[in-house]
């Protein structure tokens, strides 16, 4: 009973890397825009669910060893978690940066505001375009 524990444990470890990374670089799973770090990591739990079987199945067990070879398997699934944040997160940024221009065509350079959900200064126009 406590091995299998332990293993579904890892699993679930193993399953949570992609999305932990992906939550680096995309806007609306950071801790700010959802209110709490623990929020956050709720709905990060609820995204690993749903994949956690298949993990478990796949007997990723058999790279966690006295080795270092499941280091591999950890990196992979962090670049593969960053680069799936980074396609998510590019039309957010986009956004931003249309208002931006537009404020900047008109003038209004000095009316940046602090946006919470990107967690840096915007324009009126990028906060209004982004929501």
Known sequence: MAQQVNEWLIALAVAFIRPLS????LP??????LGAALLRNGVLMSLTFPI????YQQK????????????G????????GFSIGFCAAVPFWAVDMAGFLLDT????TMGTIFNSTIE????????LFSQ
Do not use: C
């Not at 992906?22 to 670089?25: D, G, I």
């Not at 956690?52 to 993990?55: D, E, H, K, Y």
């Open 105 to 108: 065509l008109r003038g209004a």
């Open 120 to 127: 840096a200064e915007t324009s009126l126009f990028g906060l």
């Open 28 to 33: 609306l799973l950071k801790s700010g825009s």
């Open 22 to 25: 992906l939550s680096l670089l």
């Open 73 to 80: 398997l950890v990196t992979g699934e962090v670049i593969i």
């Open 60 to 71: 990723i067990m058999m790279h966690i060893g006295k080795d270092y070879s499941w280091l």
């Open 52 to 55: 956690l079987p298949i993990i």
